[in-house]
């Protein structure tokens, strides 16, 4: 009923940029919270950056500075635009949203990951 679709992601070396979208699209009554998780082989999960639907964000200590994550409420797209990046920051990137059905009802939807892989 709701997909959430990522592009953007790629090859790229250290100290170069990237930007990745996730576009929601279906039965969407309104989108709250949208963010940008990441999780490297062996890792758990973790939050990269979250924006409310009033625009209010937050970000990770390790991307602050580097990362920005903003949103088209018109489009129902987030965006993460990543500067500087390091090898380190090499995972897969997934979306998050908490998405407000016709029903009324919030449900949490998650993209299906896109890769980043920083090079040294």
């Known amino acids: 009923q709701v997909q959430l679709v990522e592009s953007g992601g790629g090859l790229v070396q250290a100290g170069g940029s990237l930007r990745v979208s996730c576009a929601a699209s279906?039965?969407?009554?309104?989108?709250?919270?949208m963010a940008w998780y990441r999780q490297a082989p062996g890792k758990q999960r973790e939050l990269v950056a979250s924006?409310?639907?009033?625009?209010?964000?937050n970000y990770a200590d390790s991307v602050k500075g580097r990362f920005t994550i903003s949103r088209d409420n018109a489009k129902n797209t987030v965006y993460l635009q990543m500067n500087i990046l390091k090898p380190e920051d090499t995972a897969l990137y997934y979306c998050?949203?908490?998405?407000?059905?016709?029903?009324?009802?919030?449900?949490?939807?998650w993209g299906q990951g896109t890769q980043v892989t920083v090079s040294s």
């Open positions: 924006i409310t639907r009033g625009l209010n964000t």
């Open positions: 998050n949203a908490k998405i407000r059905q016709t029903d009324l009802l919030y449900y949490d939807y």
């Open positions: 279906g039965r969407i009554f309104s989108i709250n919270d």
